[in-house]
């Protein structure tokens, strides 16, 4: 099985470039949709509940997630403190499922090639923000870098309905967690997405061409 890991910054295109690898045929584990289905876990609103206080819940129990995010995304040492205590909470779920997703991605990979006899190859690709910082670039054999011209992307966030501070406030966070990652340079492609579907889509449909030549 060919592993493919996405990464780039929010509002970058990942989601798109990954919905094309999966037209493909490729299998994707989405670690923003693991991480929203732990905040809907039980222990894990306790958890938060305990440490920013009960207004992160809302009148159903369930995690306010724009709350959350004002906690913990911004300029300031507090703001970091924040993230590091949802990190702790949250990272560790989501890196357990991750890896019981992409076990269960190899088994069915290996079994439906033993069964058809084949040499074909299935792909899987990792959509992880923190794809280097967590170590799951060694469980890559490709790196996917999405990139993205500065006012595209932030005109992305703008229609998202996020203010210049909250974009701002994500941004801190990248430049003091994310931008430090040293990315494998053997492992790496990148795609552009400031553009529009189809200029992205080509791009992406040559990455797969290359896999199997």
Do not use: N
């Amino acid at each position: 099985m060919i592993v493919i890991g996405l990464t780039g910054r929010i509002g970058a295109g990942k989601s798109t470039v990954a919905a094309r690898f999966a037209d493909h045929g490729a299998g994707v584990i989405d670690a923003d949709r693991i991480a929203h289905e732990v905040l809907e876990e039980a222990d894990v609103r306790r958890e938060l509940a305990e440490r920013f206080g009960p207004r992160v819940l809302g009148e159903d129990g369930r995690i306010r997630r724009r709350s959350v995010a004002e906690l913990v995304f911004g300029p300031t040492p507090e703001h970091a403190r924040s993230l590091e205590a949802l990190e702790a909470v949250v990272h560790p779920r989501v890196r357990r499922r991750i890896a019981a997703e992409l076990a269960a991605a190899e088994l069915a990979a290996a079994q439906r090639q033993a069964a058809e006899r084949t040499g074909g190859r299935d792909v899987l690709v990792l959509d992880v923000p923190l794809l280097v910082q967590s170590g799951w670039d060694a469980s890559c054999d490709l790196i996917v870098v999405v990139e993205c011209a500065e006012a595209v992307r932030r005109a992305r966030l703008a229609a998202r309905g996020w203010t210049p501070s909250q974009q701002a406030a994500r941004d801190s966070a990248w430049q003091r967690k994310y931008a430090a990652a040293h990315l494998p340079a053997d492992k790496i492609l990148t795609v552009d997405a400031s553009g529009d579907l189809a200029y992205t889509s080509a791009q992406v449909d040559r990455i797969w061409s290359g896999l199997f030549d």
